[in-house]
């Protein structure tokens, strides 16, 4: 299992970049990822690498015409942590 921790910066866009983060957020939880997240970072869980990067690779494409830079640090974990991501926090 893999802990993704994701920085998403958006440099050529001139709304809510919060509009594009919570799309990303929505991506991941439409192929059931599960992540917790603030405005700052997106922690994802996963066992599934590549499916992950296919992810970041459709977000980026969607978006990057706004210039848009994922940070990626991922480090090695154990089994998943024990919460739930409800639909108001998104």
């Known amino acids: 299992m893999i802990k993704a921790q ?3 910066y958006i440099f050529n866009y ?3 970049r919060g509009e ?3 799309e990303f957020w929505k991506i ?3 192929n059931h990822f599960n992540f917790k ?3 700052f970072s997106t922690i994802v869980w ?3 690498d590549k499916k992950l990067f296919e992810i970041l690779y459709f977000t980026y494409e969607k978006f990057k015409k706004y ?3 994922f940070d990626i640090k991922i480090s090695n974990v154990g089994p ?3 919460f739930e991501i409800k639909d108001s926090e998104l």
């Open 20 to 22: 594009i983060i919570r």
């Open 67 to 69: 210039r848009i830079v």
């Open 6 to 8: 994701l920085s998403l």
């Open 46 to 48: 996963t066992d599934d």
């Open 28 to 30: 991941l939880k439409e």
């Open 80 to 82: 998943y942590p024990d």
């Open 37 to 39: 997240a603030n405005s």
């Open 14 to 16: 001139n709304g809510d």
